[in-house]
Each structure stands twice: as C-alpha cells, then as structure tokens.
T-cell receptor
Framework: GNSVTQMEGPVTLSEEAFLTINCTYT??????LFWYVQYPGEGLQLLLK?????DKGSNKGFEATYRKETTSFHLEKGSVQVSDSAVYFC??????????????FGQGTRLTINP | EADIYQTPRYLVIGTGKKITLECSQT?????MYWYQQDPGMELHLIHYSYGVNSTEKGDLSSESTVSRIRTEHFPLTLESARPSHTSQYLCASRVTGDTEAFFGQGTRLTVV
C-alpha cells in the first residue's frame, strides 16, 4: 500500500537558517503530494501541494518539488522565522483506485526555531 | 478558511461514560475522516466515509463507531470510555478526488 517516510525530528534551528525536511513516498501510479503544518493546539492546515511530477508547490516562503524519479517531496525554506515553529506532515493521496480514498501521512517532524 | 468544526475542543470524562465527538462541515464535501493523534504526533486513520450512509474502518483498530446520515455531519461515538481512549481526535473532509483535506481544530479527550 501507499506509505510516506519523513525525516525524524525534532529539528532545532536558529532564526534565518535554511530548512530542509525530507519526505519520500511509496505509491503505485501518480499520487498527489501535500505538506501540512500543525501549530500547537490546532488542527492541520495545508501548507502546499503538488499533483504531478516536476510540479513545485510553494506558500509562505516554503517550497517542495514533486520528484518522481527519487519518489521524494522535500520541504525547503531559505530563511526560517520563530513563527515557523510547528509540526510538519508530509502526505499523499491516490496513485491507485484504492489509494484515492485515503490520505496517508508521514510521522510528522517537530520544528523549533530559536531567536 | 476551512468550514469544518469540531465540538467540544476539550473533554474530561470518567471511565465507562458514553461520549460523542461532533464534526460538521459546510463545504458539501463527500469524503470525511477521523484521525487519532498520539502524543508522539503520528496520525492514525480510524474511520472514513465516502458519502451518506457509507462508513469504513481505518488502518488503526478503534472501539469507536461513526455514522453518516447527513453529508455535513460525521459524529464519532465511544460507548464506554476508557483511559486508553485518551488522545487528540481530528476530523477532516475533502471533495472526491486526490484533493487536499480540510481539518477541524480537534478534540482533546481525557478519560480519567
């Protein structure tokens, strides 16, 4: 079945540092890929998405490129802020008829940015 | 902004009590989901629905039950709460297809 593997955390960076959170996936066909963010005490919010190979999703300075050849969707940001401290989830949907019914999530990466 | 609501936000309840966690969305989405989130953050799918009168069990076995009598409403019920049910429960919805899901703010349940 479909699965997502995320870089293990927690990740701690200083403000203005470069961020990468790795995400790789296993799926048949061509799934859609997502990054979600969860702030303390809240539900998940969509951060960005990509629906086909070589698409780049971007939002709030974050970017991720759908790489089919490496089955990856790594999250990057050039200069992080304290307000980026949160838990980040990589997710996929689809790739097959059965896989289209569910969103599959990675285990989450907790990010802390120090001033 | 997502129009999906969960109530209550926080609930502390005694062992053996029956509880229902409410989830409603006003977006007309066909698919709805319940996730259980453990303290280590990982999300576990416990129930989902393709539409009215459709419910399926998720990947993690759960003693809870769900119903989908109306498109907008997807309540989760625990007949007899136990301390092992203490967790955060997240509800989500999306339209048909490989689209993004919208999440409610969650219900943090504590069973004492």
């Amino acid at each position: 079945g479909n699965s997502v593997t995320q870089m293990e955390g927690p990740v701690t960076l200083s403000e203005e540092a470069f961020l990468t959170i790795n995400c790789t996936y296993t799926a048949t066909g061509y799934p859609s890929l997502f990054w979600y963010v969860q702030y303390p005490g809240e539900g998940l919010q969509l951060l960005l998405k990509a629906t086909k190979a070589d698409d780049k999703g971007s939002n709030k300075g974050f970017e991720a490129t759908y790489r089919k050849e490496t089955t990856s969707f790594h999250l990057e940001k050039g200069s992080v802020q304290v307000s980026d401290s949160a838990v980040y989830f990589c997710a996929l949907s689809g790739g097959s008829v059965q896989g289209a019914q569910k969103l599959v999530f990675g285990q989450g990466t907790r990010l802390t940015i120090n001033p | 902004e997502a129009d999906i609501y969960q109530t209550p936000r926080y609930l502390v309840i005694g062992t053996g009590k029956k509880i229902t966690l409410e989830c409603s969305q006003t977006m007309g989405h066909d698919k709805m989901y319940w996730y259980q989130q453990d303290p280590g953050m990982e999300l576990h799918l416990i129930h989902y629905s393709y539409g009215v009168n459709s419910t399926e069990k998720g990947d993690l076995s759960s003693e809870s039950t769900v119903s989908r009598i109306r498109t907008e409403h997807f309540p989760l019920t625990l007949e007899s709460a136990r301390p092992s049910h203490t967790s955060q429960y997240l509800c989500a919805s999306r339209v048909t297809g490989d689209t993004e899901a919208f999440f409610g703010q969650g219900t943090r349940l504590t069973v004492v």
